[in-house]
């Protein structure tokens, strides 16, 4: 070790003196000045030694400290966490009440006349903005919004017409079969809609798109037979006519 390197050339020396003798007041001048000289070199060691120590419990404890304040980092983050998951679930919970209640329809009731049913604002809002991106041309979009008007609002009286916006989407993309679906979905559900006929129509033209001849010329057919005096009517005639038929 170098401590002990340091400390060994003067202890030799003195030994080495030692072992002579002492023969002379000179030699015992220098023996007393070599052990001087040891005593201070082994002070100055072992203050070093000291003050290395010192060093070494500074840095520890420092160390111990940065740990700490890690920990306490860690901790304060963890709970900022847990908070804003907290904060995040109330919110959700609330946008989900927000919602549910947004789906309930204002129902109209006169005296002696059926119940009528009124699309809520947000309703009202949420079917407007996904024909607004229909009427742009944005017919990906529009889908889109309508499927999750649907979605959100199941009870809208708005949702015939968003079911016949939808298939219109889906057949300008030449998605037919979809298109097909939507008409479909209100000829079942909403036989008493306004937008009945047209649906009929159109799940005729879907037909006939995908090559369905005979089901085409059936479902033309039937509102040919069925409503002869309605604007659809007319129109399904005209494909028959366009079918040579």
Do not use: W
Request: with cysteine; hydrophobic share 40%.
């Amino acid at each position: 070790m170098p401590i002990l390197r340091r400390l060994s050339i003067p202890v030799l020396a003195l030994v080495a003196a030692l072992s002579v003798g002492c023969t002379s007041e000179d030699q015992l001048h220098r023996v007393e000045q070599e052990v001087g000289d040891l005593k201070l070199e082994v002070f100055k060691l072992r203050q070093q030694v000291e003050d290395g120590n010192k060093a070494a419990s500074t840095e520890q404890k420092a160390a111990e400290e940065s740990r700490g304040q890690d920990r306490r980092f860690q901790a304060d983050l963890q709970e900022t966490l847990r908070q804003l998951q907290d904060t995040t679930r109330v919110l959700n919970n609330r946008m989900g009440d927000m919602r549910r209640g947004a789906t309930r329809p204002i129902v109209v009731e006169i005296p002696g006349e059926p119940p009528v049913t009124v699309p809520s604002p947000e309703d009202e809002r949420a079917f407007n903005a996904a024909v607004l991106d229909y009427n742009r041309g944005n017919y990906s979009l529009a889908a889109e919004g309508l499927k999750l008007f649907l979605k959100n609002y199941p009870q809208s009286a708005k949702r015939p017409d968003a079911l016949f916006f939808l298939g219109l989407c889906f057949y300008n993309q030449h998605m037919y079969d979809q298109a097909q679906a939507a008409f479909e979905r209100i000829i079942k559900d909403h036989a008493a809609s306004p937008q009945f006929l047209a649906a009929k129509l159109k799940r005729g033209q879907c037909l006939l798109k995908q090559g369905f001849k005979p089901a085409a010329v059936k479902a033309f057919r039937e509102l040919v037979d069925g409503f002869p005096d309605s604007p659809e009517a007319h129109t399904a005639q005209q494909e028959l006519s366009d079918l040579g038929l």
